[in-house]
């Protein structure tokens, strides 16, 4: 048997403006060919009905993927009242349709200010939530319903965009925008303000626009990065270190940086970044400009590595 050719060592993150109707794994896949490059990953996925910012991973960057999963995210959705499925959204069986009351804006503004704070949600059982080693979606497919425990989120802020009366061309159906923290559920958000209304709601579109500091104006759609050549589609890379700048920088001498990539403590002057330290222990670690990972710094003044970064290249 052939020996499988290796791909490249590509070190980096994408933005994506993943498409209607595709999987996260395969808008990854999709992108991952076009490096050739041998370890991808992406940052929380999207489900196929969601479009928008999907920050994909490359190389080393999947060191900081998990970091990543933690950053707060912005969503446009639009939900129709009056209609409940099985999934939340528009993808799903419906189980449920009530009438939909008459309601003001100032109904909804009301119902909407409910919603903003600190909330206990329950997830959706259509979800990647593992039960006893499985998945809660494969356990809703095979039509069991398990209790969930509710977890603690936060909406920043939760803002009407539009409402569609009873007598428009698309009834019954309101746009918002959502500000959160890891961990929401858009689906539960949209049906728990839809039971709150008296009437359900579920999902018909969705939008992730930002995800932590990134915007869905620095994505690329996969026609742009198919359509680059490959000096272009590298050069759109975006470095490694790039999603950790809120993190206290430290730059470490010769000796210093040898000590750390031999897995080693050093001694650090502690009084240089005394100011940032005393709210962040962990630190970004520099030599001659080039990033060589994190560091966690104790209170003796010392920093110990805590994840190292290979940042070797593969020649395009």
Same mark, same amino acid.
């Given at each position: 048997? @052939?020996?499988?050719?290796?791909?490249?060592?590509?070190?980096?993150?994408?933005?994506?403006?993943?498409?209607?109707?595709?999987?996260?794994?395969?808008?990854?896949?999709?992108?991952?060919?076009?490096?050739?490059?041998?370890?991808?990953?992406? &940052?929380?996925?999207?489900?196929? =009905?969601?479009?928008?910012?999907?920050?994909?991973?490359?190389?080393? @960057?999947?060191?900081?993927?998990?970091?990543?999963?933690?950053?707060?995210?912005?969503?446009?959705?639009? %939900?129709?009242?009056?209609?409940?499925?099985?999934? *939340?959204? @528009?993808?799903?069986?419906?189980?449920?349709?009530?009438?939909?009351?008459?309601?003001?804006? #100032?109904?909804?503004?009301?119902?909407?200010?409910?919603? +903003? *704070?600190?909330?206990?949600?329950?997830?959706?059982?259509?979800?990647?939530?593992?039960?006893? *080693?499985?998945?809660?979606?494969?356990?809703?497919?095979?039509?069991?319903?398990?209790?969930?425990?509710?977890?603690?989120?936060?909406?920043?802020?939760?803002?009407?965009?539009?409402?569609?009366?009873?007598?428009?061309?698309?009834?019954?159906?309101?746009?918002?925008?959502?500000?959160?923290?890891?961990?929401?559920?858009?689906?539960? =958000?949209?049906?728990? $303000?839809?039971?709150?209304?008296?009437?359900?709601?579920?999902?018909?579109?969705?939008?992730?626009?930002? @995800?932590?500091?990134?915007?869905?104006?620095?994505?690329?759609? =996969?026609?742009?990065?198919?359509?680059? #050549?490959?000096?272009?589609?590298?050069?759109?890379?975006?470095?490694?270190? +790039?999603?950790?700048?809120?993190?206290?920088?430290?730059? =470490?001498?010769?000796?210093?940086?040898?000590?750390?990539?031999?897995?080693?403590?050093?001694?650090?002057?502690? #009084?240089?970044?005394?100011?940032?330290? &005393?709210?962040?222990?962990?630190?970004?670690?520099?030599?001659?400009?080039?990033?060589?990972?994190?560091?966690?710094?104790?209170?003796?003044?010392? $920093? %110990?590595?805590?994840?190292?970064?290979?940042?070797?290249?593969?020649?395009?």
């Amino acid at each position: 048997m @052939a020996k499988r050719k290796s791909g490249l060592n590509v070190h980096g993150i994408i933005l994506l403006d993943k498409r209607l109707g595709v999987s996260s794994n395969k808008a990854l896949q999709e992108v991952r060919r076009l490096f050739n490059a041998n370890k991808a990953g992406h &940052t929380g996925s999207l489900d196929p =009905l969601a479009t928008g910012l999907l920050p994909l991973c490359f190389g080393e @960057a999947t060191k900081v993927s998990a970091l990543m999963l933690d950053d707060d995210k912005r969503y446009q959705v639009v %939900a129709q009242l009056g209609v409940m499925t099985d999934t *939340g959204d @528009a993808e799903g069986q419906i189980i449920e349709t009530k009438p939909v009351p008459e309601l003001s804006l #100032s109904d909804i503004h009301h119902c909407l200010d409910c919603f +903003k *704070g600190e909330i206990d949600q329950v997830p959706p059982m259509y979800s990647a939530l593992k039960l006893n *080693g499985r998945k809660l979606y494969e356990l809703a497919r095979e039509g069991q319903v398990v209790e969930r425990k509710a977890r603690r989120i936060t909406i920043y802020d939760l803002v009407l965009l539009g409402f569609n009366g009873p007598n428009s061309d698309a009834p019954n159906q309101f746009k918002l925008d959502v500000y959160c923290s890891k961990g929401t559920y858009i689906r539960s =958000l949209v049906e728990d $303000i839809g039971h709150q209304l008296g009437c359900g709601a579920t999902v018909t579109e969705l939008r992730r626009i930002e @995800a932590g500091q990134f915007s869905i104006d620095q994505a690329y759609t =996969l026609e742009q990065l198919t359509a680059m #050549s490959e000096l272009e589609i590298h050069l759109a890379l975006i470095d490694v270190d +790039k999603p950790l700048e809120y993190l206290p920088l430290v730059m =470490l001498s010769n000796q210093q940086a040898t000590a750390i990539n031999y897995g080693q403590s050093i001694d650090f002057d502690m #009084s240089i970044i005394q100011e940032l330290i &005393t709210t962040q222990a962990t630190v970004r670690m520099y030599h001659d400009d080039v990033f060589l990972g994190l560091g966690e710094m104790g209170l003796d003044g010392r $920093i %110990a590595p805590k994840k190292l970064f290979n940042m070797t290249t593969s020649i395009i």
